[in-house]
């Protein structure tokens, strides 16, 4: 529904660890940044709960932080909970949660409004590579417990990929299927107006021309899987008749950077791999434009925001097979989705190296499914839902 065909304001909470006026990086920060603001379209006040330094407002949309920027998840948490019992939310007011476990106060202390939960990947995955097996087991009872409570009280529940309601229906089937009616895949959403195929020397200058740059966007984690790529790429790069003007550039920082430094100057590579670190979410179309391809060795992604953004500036996409990207990638037209082991990926980026592509030949491939990831299309389904629930008398 569109802003002139509804008769009232919609209240709407939004809940993430971060600030959605400032570019820290990152495809989820983008992806709530473009919610933010493609919102403004419909008549929405938006409060945006979250992490930084001070409360602004731009338009319609109000920050409040609760804990300072860069915070741990638990201060995050706690914060919210404190802010939950010093303040009251009219009536069915919209909450919209982006984790699971933020949806708890809400459920305790603000019982009269509706909560809707986006879930942007596999929960409590990167917990065992953090603390090890034996932690892992030992939390993983009361974790499942937390979420199935969760979910059973939800007023709708958004994975953003059918692969993300996969992992969920391994543990709480049941319950997901006593809730249909609640659950719909809602996908995550790029901003065509900024990522479009455009010349650009951005890589060229940063790191000395004549040489084709191949990307990696993304967090150093375990998640992302950089040892793998960077195996594959010496494989690539010990073939006969090697390639001395290809570089692979990884832009991003985390928590395994500097192990993936020493990994990468064990391995020899340092001549053909640049750690570029992190990139203002401003430049990542001028990074993509400039790259030859672009890479994703993931384990595990809900709807990579990369691919899309990628794909949309007509650069191919190598990917394992993560999130929703069989529904993006055709392959040898616009990348290859290759499977999660050394050989495969070197070769997927072989085709990618040898395979001339044209920017509007790859644009033109992924265009109808891009459309359906743009900001206007995903931000049309939430307004739907916001606007369903508002005027819910149900809980």
């Not at 706690?78 to 009536?91: E, K, Q, S, W």
């Not at 890589?203 to 990696?216: E, P, S």
């Not at 499977?339 to 265009?367: C, M, Y």
């Amino acid at each position: 529904m569109n802003s002139s065909e509804q008769t009232e304001t919609t209240q709407v909470v939004m809940v993430y660890q971060t600030n959605p006026f400032r570019d820290s990086g990152g495809g989820g920060i983008r992806y709530l940044q473009n919610l933010v603001g493609g919102m403004s379209e419909y008549d929405a006040d938006i409060l945006f709960i979250g992490a930084g330094r001070e409360a602004e407002s731009q338009g319609r949309v109000q920050f409040v932080p609760v804990c300072g920027a860069g915070r741990s998840f638990p201060v995050f948490f706690l914060g919210l909970f404190i802010y939950c019992l010093r303040n009251t939310f009219p009536p069915n007011t919209v909450v919209h949660v982006h984790r699971l476990y933020f949806a708890l106060p809400f459920l305790w202390f603000a019982r009269k409004t509706k909560i809707i939960c986006s879930l942007h990947g596999w929960t409590f995955w990167v917990f065992r590579k953090r603390f090890g097996t034996l932690a892992h087991g030992l939390l993983q009872p009361i974790v499942r417990a937390t979420e199935a409570y969760v979910l059973r009280r939800l007023d709708y529940f958004v994975p953003v990929s059918q692969d993300t309601l996969n992992f969920m229906n391994r543990f709480h089937r049941r319950t997901l299927e006593q809730m249909a009616d609640r659950v719909d895949v809602i996908p995550s959403m790029i901003d065509l107006s900024r990522f479009k195929p455009e010349v650009s020397d951005y890589l060229q200058a940063r790191h000395g021309g004549r040489r084709d740059y191949v990307t990696f966007i993304g967090r150093l984690a375990p998640q992302k899987n950089v040892g793998l790529l960077l195996e594959a790429w010496r494989n690539i790069m010990s073939d006969e008749g090697s390639r001395p003007n290809t570089v692979l550039v990884l832009v991003g920082h985390g928590e395994l950077e500097q192990e993936m430094k020493a990994k990468a100057e064990e391995m020899g590579l340092m001549d053909s791999v640049i750690f570029h670190g992190l990139e203002a979410g401003e430049n990542i179309p001028k990074v993509l434009n400039a790259s030859k391809g672009m890479i994703l060795p993931a384990v595990f992604e809900a709807s990579p925001t990369v691919v899309k953004e990628s794909l949309a500036c007509g650069v191919p996409v190598v990917t394992t097979n993560v999130g929703d990207v069989e529904e993006l990638i055709v392959d040898g037209k616009n990348g290859k989705i290759v499977g999660a082991g050394v050989d495969a990926l070197a070769e997927g980026i072989r085709w990618l190296l040898e395979t001339p592509t044209k920017k509007a030949d790859v644009l033109s491939v992924s265009k109808a499914e891009l459309e359906r990831h743009s900001v206007a299309s995903v931000c049309a389904a939430y307004n739907r839902l916001y606007d369903q629930l508002s005027t819910s008398t149900e809980r």
